[in-house]
């Protein structure tokens, strides 16, 4: 492929990551506060429990968007330049 033919691609892909990774990250942000909130404030035991593995869903999906950007991010750069041309 041309580099002006891969070069959009890229592009394209790191904003979309971005947007991608910021939105995770406020509505994880956001999520997390009303679990730890709910936590907080829960009188049942069970209700506690829910919360916990609330936090940790969303802690584990954070840390998967950022490892899947850093694996986008890797693996377009990794297309050697002689491929381009």
């Given at each position: 492929?041309?580099?002006e ?39 049942q ?17 954070t ?23």
């Amino acid at each position: 492929m041309p580099p002006e033919t891969l070069q959009p691609v890229q592009e394209i892909l790191s904003r979309w990551i971005l947007i991608g990774q910021a939105l995770v990250g406020s509505i994880g942000a956001l999520a997390f506060v009303v679990a730890f909130i709910w936590k907080m404030l829960a009188v049942q035991p069970q209700s506690v429990l829910q919360a916990k593995q609330w936090i940790q869903r969303i802690v584990v999906g954070t840390i998967g968007v950022e490892v899947a950007g850093s694996l986008v991010s890797i693996l377009t750069n990794s297309v050697p330049a002689s491929a381009t041309h």
